[in-house]
């Protein structure tokens, strides 16, 4: 008598048919050294992976890359609008430190200040994680 393979849903268990004694014996999946033969209708196939942009987004989804991701954003635009504005006054022939060029961000570009101020006030919760 050959074993029949009967899976459960509950926690991944395959339960096979014993031909000896016609006892149920539990293994784990991969777990059993007997040979058995599986019943095509009862035949359990694991999920196939899913697609890498699916499993990229689920990485992206998790609370730590979305806020590094976030955090990663508004610097790079801070530090652009800094380069702009530098960029913008060498053109001019005047030069511009970084100092200078977050003091007029903060006074006249109400964008630069609201990532900047963003980013001020997330600073300190962000030790606290």
């Known amino acids: 008598m050959t074993a ?17 004694d016609g006892a149920y014996q539990p293994c784990l999946p ?5 040979s058995v033969e599986t019943d095509p209708t009862l035949n359990f196939e694991p999920p ?7 499993q990229i987004r689920a990485i992206e ?3 730590e890359v979305a806020d590094a991701m976030q955090r990663g954003s508004r610097l790079v635009a801070l530090a652009y ?5 530098i960029r913008v006054a060498a053109s ?3 030069t511009v430190t970084r100092t200078q060029a977050h003091a007029w961000a903060m006074a006249n570009d109400t964008n630069y200040k609201t990532l900047y101020d963003a980013e001020q006030t997330i600073k300190p919760l962000r030790a606290l994680v």
């Open 30 to 34: 991969n777990g059993c050294t007997s």
């Open 48 to 54: 196939p992976d899913p697609a890498p942009i699916e």
């Open 61 to 63: 989804r998790t609370p």
């Open 81 to 85: 609008a800094l380069d702009d504005l």
């Open 92 to 94: 001019k022939g005047q």
């Open 4 to 20: 029949l393979v009967v899976v459960r849903n509950a926690g991944g268990f395959v339960v096979a048919f014993g031909p000896a």
